[in-house]
C-alpha cells in the first residue's frame, strides 16, 4: 500500500517539472492543446494563485506559500487513498495508473468548484 501511494507521489511531483517541458515538445510537433494542459500542469494540481470567482469576476488570492502546502496535503491525501484502492493492483498497472487519477481527481476538484462558482486562476503568457 505504502509503495504505490510513495510511487503515485514521486510521479506527481516529477510530473510537476516535466511536463511544462514536454509541452514545448508538443506544440513542436503540432498538437498545440496537449501542449497547454501540460504547461499548466503545475499551476493546476499546486493551485498557487487562488481561486476566480465566476459571480464577481476576480480571484480570490491567498499567501502562495498556503496554497502550496494546502496542495501537498490534498495530493498525499490523495497518493495514501491511491495506495489503499489500488493495493491489490500489481505494480505496472498501479504505474500505468497513477496519470490517468490524477487527472482525473484534478477534473473532479475542478468540478466542484465550478458547483459553488469558482474555479482555478492560471497565470501564463
Avoid at 55 to 84: K, N, P, R
Wanted: glycine share 8%; charged share 10%.
Amino acid at each position: 500500500m505504502f509503495k504505490r501511494a510513495a510511487i503515485f507521489a514521486l510521479l506527481l511531483a516529477i510530473s510537476l517539472g516535466l511536463f511544462p517541458l514536454l509541452a514545448y515538445a508538443s506544440v513542436l510537433i503540432g498538437i498545440p492543446f496537449l501542449g497547454t494542459f501540460l504547461f499548466f500542469w503545475p499551476q493546476a494540481v499546486l493551485v498557487p494563485y487562488g481561486f476566480y470567482d465566476e459571480e464577481i469576476g476576480h480571484s480570490q488570492a491567498f499567501l502562495m506559500d498556503s496554497a502550496i502546502l494546502g496542495a501537498i496535503v490534498f495530493w498525499l491525501i490523495c497518493a495514501v487513498t491511491f495506495g489503499y484502492l489500488f493495493r491489490n493492483l500489481k505494480m505496472r498497472y498501479a504505474v500505468l495508473a497513477t496519470y490517468p487519477v490524477a487527472v482525473l481527481v484534478a477534473l473532479l476538484f475542478y468540478w466542484v468548484l465550478y458547483q459553488f462558482g469558482y474555479s482555478v486562476y492560471l497565470d501564463g503568457p
